[in-house]
């Protein structure tokens, strides 16, 4: 264990739900990101949140959207997603400047 | 942006040989460069990493080699174990914010 933890580990949804993936770190960091890992392409950054100021990815659509109440929890919400969609979300935490440790994931299907 | 590239994107050697993963990054300003392993099915993980004012750093059986004139960085596996098979993913970051590779796959054969 890292100490990331993400909720849930896997995730199934139609085109017109509205979900939520979950994280949560206590390992005093106060940096928190999304990431997509898609099949043979590159970890995607997705959102970063340092000291609970957003730093965003102008390329991520707005279907896609984080939340971030305090250092320790990360959410990202997600609605009317589109098959293409369907990844590995991981989520991370670091100290500023520091190493990233990362969550198990939440494994999305979009159907 | 940062731009990273990684090659080759799969590898495979025998038990016992080394491994070597290359990468090649775009901004002069990138200054921390960590290696992450990520097994099947399981979440990426830090092995180890280099800042910019460092050559080379050693840790075991792995070491990575920074050449920040060349804007290089490479990850060397000696003496390779079957439990070195992975993915293996370099990045550089600049201001917090990582940039990474591809990833390679790394096959360790018995």
């Known amino acids: 264990e890292t100490g990331v933890t993400q909720t849930p580990r896997h995730l199934v949804m139609g085109m017109t739900n509205k979900k939520s993936l979950k994280c949560e770190q206590h390992?005093?960091?106060?940096?928190m990101y999304w990431y997509k890992q898609s099949a043979k392409k590159p970890l995607e950054l997705m959102f970063v949140?340092?000291?609970?100021?957003?730093?965003e990815n102008n390329s991520v659509p707005s279907r896609f959207s984080p939340e971030c109440p305090n250092s320790s929890h990360l959410f990202l919400h997600l609605h009317t997603l589109q098959p293409e969609d369907s990844a590995l979300y991981l989520c991370?935490?670091?100290?500023?400047?520091?190493?990233?440790?990362f969550g198990s994931g939440t494994q999305l299907s979009v159907l | 942006g940062e731009n990273v590239e990684q090659h080759p994107s799969t590898l495979s050697v025998q038990e016992g040989d080394s491994a070597v993963i290359k990468c090649t990054y775009s901004?002069?300003?990138?200054?921390?460069f960590p290696w992450y392993k990520q097994e099947l099915g399981k979440r990426p993980q830090l092995i180890i990493d280099?800042?910019?004012?460092?050559g080379e750093k050693k840790d075991q059986r792995i070491a990575v080699t920074l050449n920040k004139t060349a804007k290089h960085f490479s990850l060397h596996i000696t003496e390779t174990q079957p439990e070195d098979s992975a993915v293996y993913f370099c990045?550089?970051?600049?201001?917090?914010?990582?940039?990474f590779g591809s990833g390679t796959q790394l096959t360790v054969l018995p």
């Open positions: 991370a935490s670091s100290p500023t400047g520091g190493k990233l440790f």
């Open positions: 390992l005093g960091h106060n940096a």
């Open positions: 949140y340092s000291l609970e100021e957003r730093v």
């Open positions: 901004d002069s300003a990138s200054n921390y």
């Open positions: 280099i800042r910019s004012n460092v």
């Open positions: 990045a550089a970051t600049f201001l917090r914010q990582l940039t």
